[in-house]
């Protein structure tokens, strides 16, 4: 074999070499960010995505919320990708649990949908709820509604709806606004339920627009292993209905808190 054939050969072999070193580290870099991305979303925090009405108007469709996994604890439904979903049922309970607080928005998972679900804590282990013409009632106590105003918006259907505003406090729990179309509809008097140990009872903020814990054939009382976390902040949303004279539509939102 020639000289120059022998320089070519030892060329191409060099050049082999490299890519192969490179894209060694290329695969090494991408298992790093992965391994990142997967103790961050199993470990820190979570986004999803909000695809209902039930919590407006503290959450609008479309939003994108950041999940705090951290806040009660870890359970199999912590696990990114579903994952958690293919370990046997024993696997059950929580690392490092402890309970909401009423008024926390929460994210849960619904074993009988197979989907997140994201709603408000109102009953804590122990707590009676009620609701009477729309009235909630915790413990035997009408929950403080404050009316605000009157507004109307065009829902996710095409539907123009008109619903009365509230400051809702619950005891211990920041204020949060509320939606009712009326006090006349199909959840507005459920109850009283006593909530058990190791549960929550949850309800969305539209309170006419939520299939909740009220339901017949809604969650019912939510296991805290059910609890995905704990709700922080809209990260952004890109509003999703247009502006018409007389109906509310919530402009762009980014990193808003709850």
């Given at each position: 074999m020639s000289d120059d054939n022998n320089s070519a050969v030892s060329k191409m072999t060099g050049l082999g070499r490299r890519a192969v070193a490179e894209l060694?580290?290329?695969?090494?870099?991408?298992?790093?960010?992965?391994?990142?991305?997967?103790?961050?979303?199993?470990?820190?925090?979570?986004?999803?995505?909000?695809?209902?009405?039930?919590?407006?108007?503290?959450?609008?469709?479309?939003?994108?919320?950041?999940?705090?996994?951290?806040?009660?604890?870890?359970?199999?439904?912590?696990?990114?990708?579903?994952?958690?979903?293919?370990?046997?049922?024993?696997?059950?309970?929580r690392i490092l649990g402890r309970l909401p607080e009423r008024g926390d928005v929460v994210v849960i998972r619904d074993p009988e949908q197979g989907i997140n679900l994201i709603k408000r804590v109102v009953g804590l282990p122990g707590d009676t709820v009620e609701v009477r013409a729309g009235q909630l009632y915790l413990n035997g106590d009408a929950v403080p509604r404050d009316p605000l105003d009157v507004v109307r918006y065009r829902d996710h259907g095409g539907e123009v709806v008109q619903v009365a505003q509230y400051d809702e406090t619950l005891p211990g729990g920041p204020v949060h606004v509320i939606y009712e179309r009326g006090d006349d509809y199909g959840l507005d008097n459920a109850g009283p339920f006593r909530v058990p140990a190791e549960h929550v009872f949850l309800m969305g903020d539209n309170r006419d627009r939520s299939q909740d814990s009220r339901a017949r054939y809604g969650i019912g009382y939510v296991h805290t292993d059910q609890l995905v976390g704990r709700a922080e902040t809209v990260l952004f949303t890109f509003a999703s209905c247009r502006r018409e004279e007389g109906l509310i539509c919530p402009p762009w939102r980014v990193w808003r808190g709850l």
């Open positions: 060694g580290e290329t695969v090494r870099f991408l298992a790093g960010v992965a391994a990142v991305w997967f103790v961050l979303v199993t470990f820190a925090f979570a986004a999803f995505h909000i695809p209902s009405e039930s919590m407006q108007p503290s959450l609008q469709v479309g939003d994108r919320v950041l999940v705090s996994k951290w806040a009660y604890g870890y359970s199999r439904h912590s696990l990114p990708l579903g994952m958690g979903y293919l370990l046997p049922e024993s696997w059950s309970g």
